[in-house]
């Protein structure tokens, strides 16, 4: 039913204004303010909580559907809900879920994720924002870069260092809400693709906030932002889905239409070939995705369950898988697959992103092979 929910959704009301949004690189409002109106924007989080109370593997699929539509709207609603919403659920105390959580699971605030700096990506612990405690508030001071939803969002959730000499361990997140004095964004980034999702750096300077806000232990702070990437690898993999089955449907369709050497290219093995190997790899995928939500859905019950490898399984094979299809969609179309008149372009720009963000394919192996030496 969700996934059916999402699909009407997205055919009829997102599909019709992709191109638009990624030609005018238009903020979707009206569809940020519907999916919130359908549970989308907290699909995770309990109903009494202002969510819609289903699985991760129903987040899943309705992310693979909205992403189908418009890869850039699939990535505003995956921050929300698994880069803010699920930290919140998570480590947010009673006060930060009523204050927080609510409005955001509700979709009437929209929130953002600030890990990464200008020399950090990759190397996240080793951040240079940095918040000092004072009194019963923390001064905040640094930026953060290529923040999704940066520009737009009521709430923010920050990752500082509170204390160098421990690493990792010296890691605190805050929430800091939009307005407060010290905190600005700056215009939205120019990128290759997902044009409608405005990311953007953010500074602090001599940013207060209380101590309510902190989020977590002081110094819990980068397991709090490593567990809740390996949940948001699980919505980059769903949108990473969900752009592939679109660029395939197109191919499929294309050569159903197109007639070279006296009949439909669909009737050629070389066009056959490239099919089924895109829907072999569609498919390969969506079964690494769908066992990575179920495992997160274990693990709201079975304390200490991990599914990092899962995760990054998944978002490694299903990036990369959705760069190859988007390719050999392109070439099923030939010319026209590189013409703007059409959205498959959109999806081969909109694809490389999935190999970078939450997360490198390079990380990803790293994760993997971590697990797989530990035995
Ligand atoms: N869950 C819980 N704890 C974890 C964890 C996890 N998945 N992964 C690591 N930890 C813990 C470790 O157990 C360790 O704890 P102890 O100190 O108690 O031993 C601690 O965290 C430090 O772990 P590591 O030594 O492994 O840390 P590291 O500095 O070597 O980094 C890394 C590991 C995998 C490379 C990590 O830095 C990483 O994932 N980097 C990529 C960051 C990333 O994905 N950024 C994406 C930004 S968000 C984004 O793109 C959003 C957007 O806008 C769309």
Not at 116 to 125: L, M, R
Not at 127 to 134: C, E, K, P, S
């Amino acid at each position: 039913m969700v996934q059916q929910m999402a699909r009407d959704f997205a055919q009829r009301e997102v599909a019709p204004v992709a191109r638009e949004l990624d030609r005018e690189a238009r903020w979707p409002t009206e569809l940020i303010a519907r999916m919130g109106e359908l549970g989308l924007m907290g699909v995770a989080v309990p109903d009494e909580l202002g969510g819609a109370g289903m699985t991760n593997v129903c987040y899943a699929l309705a992310m693979e559907e909205i992403s189908a539509a418009c890869a850039s709207t699939g990535v505003i609603m995956s921050v929300n809900n698994s880069l803010v919403c699920d930290p919140l659920l998570k480590f947010g105390s009673d006060e930060q879920k009523a204050k927080y959580l609510k409005p955001l699971a509700a979709g009437e605030q929209l929130g953002c994720f600030g890990l990464t700096e200008p020399s950090s990506g990759s190397d996240a612990s080793n951040m240079q924002t940095v918040a000092v405690r004072d009194g019963d508030e923390w001064v905040i001071n640094g930026s953060k870069n290529w923040i999704t939803n940066g520009p737009h969002a009521d709430v923010m959730i920050v990752f500082t260092c509170t204390d160098r000499s421990q690493g990792a361990r010296g890691t605190t997140a805050f929430i800091v809400e939009k307005g407060t004095p010290g905190y600005r964004s700056e215009a939205p980034d120019e990128k290759m693709g997902i044009h409608a999702a405005h990311s953007s750096t953010l500074f602090f300077e001599d940013c207060r906030i209380p101590d309510a806000q902190r989020l977590g232990e002081v110094g819990g702070g980068f397991k709090i932002a490593m567990s809740t990437l390996d949940g948001g690898r699980i919505g980059i993999a769903s949108q990473a889905l969900g752009i592939a089955r679109a660029a395939l449907e197109k191919a499929i369709d294309y050569s159903k239409e197109r007639k070279a050497f006296g009949k439909p290219i669909a009737k050629l093995q070389a066009i056959q070939f490239k099919l089924a190997d895109m829907a072999m790899e569609l498919d390969a995928a969506r079964l690494l995705v769908w066992r990575a939500a179920s495992l997160k859905d274990r693990a709201v019950t079975e304390k200490g369950l991990r599914h990092s490898e899962e995760s990054a399984m998944a978002k490694l094979f299903a990036s990369e898988m959705a760069t190859r299809v988007a390719h050999q969609a392109m070439q099923v179309f030939g010319g026209y697959g590189y013409s703007q008149e059409y959205d498959l372009e959109r999806h081969y720009r909109d694809a490389r992103i999935t190999e970078i963000y939450e997360g490198t394919s390079e990380i990803m192996r790293i994760v993997i092979a971590a697990n797989a030496l530990k035995g």
